[in-house]
């Protein structure tokens, strides 16, 4: 029914087989000069291209034309001279230089009589139906990275320092028009076909019944089933792809210096200290022209009391990222078969480049995303909102930096003991703690929980503002959200001999945060912005159980196997133990009342079917031939063909709004046969 309908429009090949490649060439050259017995310089060119044919999605439920094409190659030149200036004195300098492209064409089908490809088109939640150009496809995309690092090293008694700086340029240039082809999410497929037949008119109404007018009955509202229609237009005169074009730079410079001390045989102590800046890009558009700079400095009641608009119209930098660390290791006295480590420090992160983007694009006065639903300006499948009704910014979502962001930075704290319980082999039991703040959370300063307190005041008569709802309004990309690790993890360690070796290790952790979206700038994940810090609980990339092991036999033909097992990953669920992905996000997990029974109803508290495991074995014997030696190779991947569900996603498949997914279905079992060849 749903196949016979897609190509009565037009898309009659959805439910075809697809196609995937997988192509790549690597190359590599390098020269070592020795200008002098106390002179190294080296230099290294390096290229690789890959091309994957409808690799963006892989999503059984997906049509063929919801797809593209993922390209990316690169050059990377190095060079490093390294001078012995005396018997304790030596210094390195290393440069670099790279540039990538990664480009994503779209070849699906155009909308019939139209130079256009179909729009981003999802529909039904229990099916997770989705046909149409990804809504962020086409890219045009390439970064240039310039770094330089100058150290040097000097010994001293019982001492070894090292001190230097290291300077990161790196610019991202991109041309993203996301929405500029449309994204339409309908609640169910009879309701995105009514809408098709009987026009945007069509209606579902929230008592139950229907409307082809365009207006429900008086008391009730719209239920569906256009759920939501984005489209990104240019503002001021601007193209789409005149909005969507930038530079984004970011430029880091850090100076660390380090000691190793060792002040008796069977003690070492290193201590570090590194500085470290960010240097953001600015806005594109001033602070003081902006569509909402009147807003910079006012304070409005909401519904939870006073609040500050959040930002000052700049994007800050970060130059207090001072990040001391040291490390211990101990062979207690008496003792020459065990060692105790430890070490902790403080590092921080740069964020995703695409928080910048939204930030310097989305501000309605280069570009703005226009909204509808059935409630509001409908517009007719599969075509766009005319030109029109972009104009001056009309109650538009904005995206801002708070004007007290920070960098993510994160305590790591690790103690082990390691002890050789016979000749070869040694015992490990390790505990690792991280504790992370500052991490990137997209919170709406705009929403409906707050009273939309910025909803009015703009524009000449004051009646202007900026959009108002759940999941869309007043992004900010905030630094407020944080995350929680333990882990222990016991192991056994076999050095080769007697032609075996083999390591193994498992480990038992807890991941926690309240929130884990660093880098979608199109999905709110909390379930209530007045109570962020219920939100706090197993993070998505929680896994209780861990093993992993590998084993290498050096016989008649040398064996080497692989294996791990991976627990599976939470999954968040509403009360009353339905999935929350199974709704949209208007719909989400405990609105209003976060409670059951009197407790907190936490995010994350279901399981997803994503555990894993995998067996790989590699077989393979040197041939000696002359001065040649030859390995024929034969591999097995997924020996047990385990199933290995991928369910990455943690929004549903209508409102997930990833660049990549692949879902259904893991790896097969495949195997692969090659040689090596050694002169």
Known sequence: EVVQFLADQGLPNENAPIDRTNDGDAYLAKVDFQASDRNLLTLRWAYHYSRQENGTFDVPSWGVSSNAVELDYAHGYTGSFISTISDTMLNEV???YAKEWRPRPYEGPN??????????????????????????IPVIYDDERQQLNENVSFLKGNHAYKAGLEYNDVVSSQTFIGFANGLYKFSSFDGFRNYVELGPGYGDCSGGGTTVTGTCPDGETF???????LQQAGVGGLTVEEAGTQDIGQTETALFFQDTWKPNANMTFDLGLRWEMLDNPSPITPASEV????????????????????SDGTIPDDNEQIQPRFAMAWTPKGSTDSVIRFNSGIYHARIPALALASTRSTDGSRGQTLFANSSFRPPTWPNLLPEGEAGDPFFPNVYVFDKDWQ?????STALSWEKEIKPSYALLVKANYAKTDHITRWINNNDPVLGCPWSSGLGADGSNGINCAQSEGLWTVSSTAKSRYYGVTVGINKRMSNKLAFQAYYTNSEDKSDDDNERDPFTIRYANISDLDAEFSLSDRHQRNRFNAWLLWQGPVDVNVRATFLDAQPADINPDGTPVNGSPPSASRCIGDCTVGGEVFRRNQGEKDNEFSTVDVRLSKDFEVGNTTVQPIFEIFNLLDEANFLIPETTSLIFNFDGTVRSGAGEPRKFQVGVRVLF
Do not use: C, H, K, N
């Not at 009147?294 to 006073?306: A, E, K, M, V």
């Open 223 to 229: 239920s569906g089933p256009l759920l939501l229609f």
């Open 94 to 96: 290393r440069v670099q």
């Open 291 to 310: 569509f909402f700079a009147p807003f910079f400095g006012q304070t409005r009641d909401s519904l939870l009391g006073p609040l500050e608009f959040p």
């Open 111 to 136: 909308i019939p009589g139209q130079d256009r490809p179909f729009p981003d088109t999802a529909f039904d939640f229990v099916g997770g139906y989705r046909i149409g150009m990804p809504f962020f």
């Open 407 to 411: 960098t993510p930075r994160t305590w």
